[in-house]
């Protein structure tokens, strides 16, 4: 596995050119402007999943207020944006901030390997042109999502080979796919489906939602009225922040009264999805969930598009189980047939902890379903490693700007006290473990034996709620009970590669 010569060596590695991976090369450019960092993008574009995902629709289920990044405020108007003004932000960002340079596209790291006597990893890499190559780093960062690039989840679909129209998975839509006039079934009541209903039926002759089951369903203003405001009367910076705080509270309070009052949260979604659909609507049947608010994610629909869609009458929702596919549709269990000329499965992602990098530890091949994590973002007995994991309840770089500040906050402290060496403890036995993910959606249930765990209690514990997370994260302290700093002997033989910014 070894045996080419590095190439070059980086104080920070990072894993990932999408919104983590350059929101943590911009927080490091800004703080650690003196080491040297690259970014290793599998891809050929900035932007990972807002780059990858080019289906109708494409958009943000989190305001831009917090998706965006704490230091670049967005300028937008509008507050839920679509997948094209997402990726245009990342892109400015990674230019404003002197990041773009740093990526090296076409790069897919394999396998990371830590040696405690170089106090280094070596990172595996192949690449689209050339040869694979070898680089070696102080620090690695990976900053790669938690779900499989390469393929989406579509479950067992009895008889869908009979099927003579078009089976089309979101994560990988055709650019040339022609839907308008023709009836589209989109299978799924996800945030993905719930997008592209809307975002279709203006040009399909029809588009019939076909869930197995509700999901909540929640409408909300595509534009902020309180952003539109203090824009006017306050500095960019500020009425960014003000925004944005605001936001973080309304979202983490509405997630505390689901998580306290469900019985109160339902009543209340309900008779919002109400008041957005035509009397007689059969709400309970398509908007009545089996499970409580927030047992799994629930959905946003700025400004109701999807309903609108659905008292035109150029969409429909039909809540049933599949019994098999025919050559023209798809047969329910209650016996109705859906006519179909295109069927999309928005049944869902696989999930891949660390892209499926293979991970070895002086020798000791890691699972990464055995560790438990220090902090949400490092692991027991892994150096130098981090690794962004947003939240599932709020907005995905709320998280990853947390935790690029404390990365930033642990390599400032490794240089105050001289350590090489940053390693999570493993909890003693008095730690319960956990599930990493609080959560009961179908794309958590099927991959959670391969996530890791984490503890009862802090620091080995992550309570899903930023404003705690802050206290945490970026304002407790980096030396506690669940980590070691150390600092080894220098390897006499160390190899000597150069740097590059």
Same mark, same amino acid.
């Given at each position: 596995?070894?045996?080419?010569?590095?190439?070059?060596?980086?104080?920070?590695?990072?894993?990932?050119?999408?919104?983590?991976?350059?929101?943590?090369?911009?927080?490091?450019?800004?703080?650690?402007?003196?080491?040297?960092?690259?970014?290793?993008?599998?891809?050929?574009?900035?932007?990972? +999943?807002?780059?990858?995902?080019?289906?109708?629709?494409?958009?943000?289920?989190?305001?831009?207020?917090?998706?965006?990044?704490?230091?670049?405020?967005?300028?937008?108007?509008?507050?839920?944006?679509?997948?094209?003004?997402?990726?245009?932000?990342?892109?400015?960002?990674?230019?404003?901030?002197?990041?773009?340079?740093?990526?090296?596209?076409?790069?897919?790291?394999?396998?990371?390997?830590?040696?405690?006597?170089?106090?280094?990893?070596?990172?595996?890499?192949?690449?689209?042109?050339?040869?694979?190559?070898?680089?070696?780093?102080?620090?690695?960062?990976?900053?790669?999502?938690?779900?499989?690039?390469?393929?989406?989840?579509?479950?067992?679909?009895?008889?869908?080979?009979?099927?003579?129209?078009?089976?089309?998975?979101?994560?990988?839509?055709?650019?040339?796919?022609?839907?308008?006039?023709?009836?589209?079934?989109?299978?799924?009541?996800?945030?993905?489906?719930?997008?592209?209903?809307?975002?279709?039926?203006?040009?399909?002759?029809?588009?019939?939602?076909?869930?197995?089951?509700?999901?909540?369903?929640?409408?909300?203003?595509?534009?902020?009225?309180?952003?539109?405001?203090?824009?006017?009367?306050?500095?960019?910076?500020?009425?960014?922040?003000?925004?944005?705080?605001?936001?973080?509270?309304?979202?983490?309070?509405?997630?505390?009264?689901?998580?306290?009052?469900?019985?109160?949260?339902?009543?209340?979604?309900?008779?919002?999805?109400?008041?957005?659909?035509?009397?007689?609507?059969?709400?309970?049947?398509?908007?009545?969930?089996?499970?409580?608010?927030?047992?799994?994610r629930v959905c946003l629909?700025?400004?109701?598009?999807?309903?609108?869609?659905?008292?035109?009458?150029?969409?429909?929702?039909?809540?049933?189980?599949?019994?098999?596919?025919?050559?023209?549709? *798809?047969?329910?269990?209650?016996?109705?047939?859906?006519?179909?000329?295109?069927?999309?499965?928005?049944?869902?992602?696989?999930?891949?902890?660390?892209?499926?990098?293979?991970?070895?530890?002086?020798?000791?091949? *890691?699972?990464?379903?055995?560790?438990?994590?220090?902090?949400?973002?490092?692991?027991?007995?892994?150096?130098?490693?981090?690794?962004?994991?947003?939240? +599932?309840?709020?907005?995905?770089?709320?998280?990853?700007?947390?935790?690029?500040?404390?990365?930033?906050?642990?390599?400032?402290?490794?240089?105050?006290?001289?350590?090489?060496?940053?390693?999570?403890?493993?909890?003693?036995?008095?730690?319960?473990?956990?599930?990493?993910?609080?959560?009961?959606?179908?794309?958590?249930m099927r991959s959670i034996?391969?996530?890791?765990?984490?503890?009862?209690?802090?620091?080995?514990?992550?309570?899903?709620?930023?404003?705690?997370?802050?206290?945490?994260l970026r304002r407790g302290?980096?030396?506690?009970?669940?980590?070691?700093?150390?600092?080894?002997?220098?390897?006499?033989?160390?190899?000597?590669?150069?740097?590059?910014?």
């Amino acid at each position: 596995m070894h045996s080419l010569m590095p190439n070059e060596h980086f104080d920070v590695l990072i894993v990932g050119a999408g919104l983590s991976g350059v929101g943590a090369a911009c927080h490091l450019a800004r703080k650690h402007p003196q080491r040297t960092v690259a970014i290793l993008e599998a891809r050929d574009a900035i932007g990972g +999943t807002w780059d990858l995902f080019r289906y109708p629709g494409i958009r943000s289920d989190s305001d831009m207020f917090t998706l965006g990044y704490q230091f670049a405020p967005w300028d937008d108007a509008q507050s839920i944006a679509d997948g094209p003004a997402i990726r245009k932000y990342i892109v400015d960002t990674a230019r404003e901030y002197d990041v773009e340079r740093k990526i090296r596209f076409g790069h897919r790291v394999i396998h990371a390997t830590w040696s405690t006597p170089d106090a280094r990893w070596t990172v595996d890499v192949e690449r689209e042109e050339g040869a694979p190559v070898q680089f070696t780093c102080d620090f690695l960062y990976g900053c790669t999502g938690y779900y499989d690039y390469a393929g989406g989840y579509t479950p067992q679909l009895e008889g869908i080979e009979r099927f003579q129209g078009e089976v089309v998975h979101p994560q990988h839509w055709p650019e040339d796919l022609d839907y308008a006039a023709k009836r589209v079934v989109v299978i799924g009541s996800g945030a993905t489906a719930v997008t592209l209903v809307p975002a279709m039926a203006p040009e399909a002759a029809h588009v019939t939602m076909l869930q197995r089951s509700p999901s909540y369903v929640l409408a909300l203003p595509g534009r902020d009225p309180l952003a539109v405001v203090v824009r006017k009367w306050l500095p960019r910076k500020l009425a960014y922040a003000l925004v944005r705080w605001k936001n973080v509270l309304m979202t983490t309070g509405f997630y505390q009264f689901c998580r306290r009052w469900p019985d109160a949260a339902k009543t209340l979604i309900r008779r919002g999805v109400q008041r957005q659909l035509p009397k007689g609507f059969e709400v309970d049947t398509h908007f009545r969930p089996s499970y409580d608010p927030w047992d799994q994610r629930v959905c946003l629909v700025p400004d109701g598009d999807l309903f609108r869609a659905l008292r035109h009458g150029s969409a429909s929702i039909v809540t049933d189980r599949i019994e098999t596919f025919t050559e023209h549709g *798809i047969r329910l269990a209650s016996g109705q047939e859906l006519e179909a000329d295109i069927v999309i499965t928005a049944t869902g992602l696989n999930l891949k902890v660390a892209g499926g990098i293979e991970v070895e530890v002086d020798g000791r091949e *890691i699972e990464f379903s055995k560790l438990i994590s220090y902090k949400g973002m490092m692991f027991s007995g892994v150096p130098n490693l981090a690794i962004t994991l947003g939240y +599932t309840n709020a907005s995905w770089t709320l998280k990853a700007d947390l935790v690029a500040d404390y990365v930033c906050r642990t390599l400032a402290h490794m240089d105050d006290i001289g350590a090489r060496i940053c390693t999570p403890r493993t909890p003693g036995p008095a730690v319960e473990t956990q599930p990493f993910l609080d959560l009961k959606s179908g794309y958590v249930m099927r991959s959670i034996n391969q996530l890791p765990k984490q503890g009862n209690v802090p620091p080995w514990r992550l309570h899903q709620n930023y404003v705690r997370d802050v206290l945490l994260l970026r304002r407790g302290s980096v030396e506690d009970e669940g980590v070691v700093f150390t600092n080894p002997p220098r390897a006499t033989a160390q190899r000597s590669v150069p740097a590059a910014a």
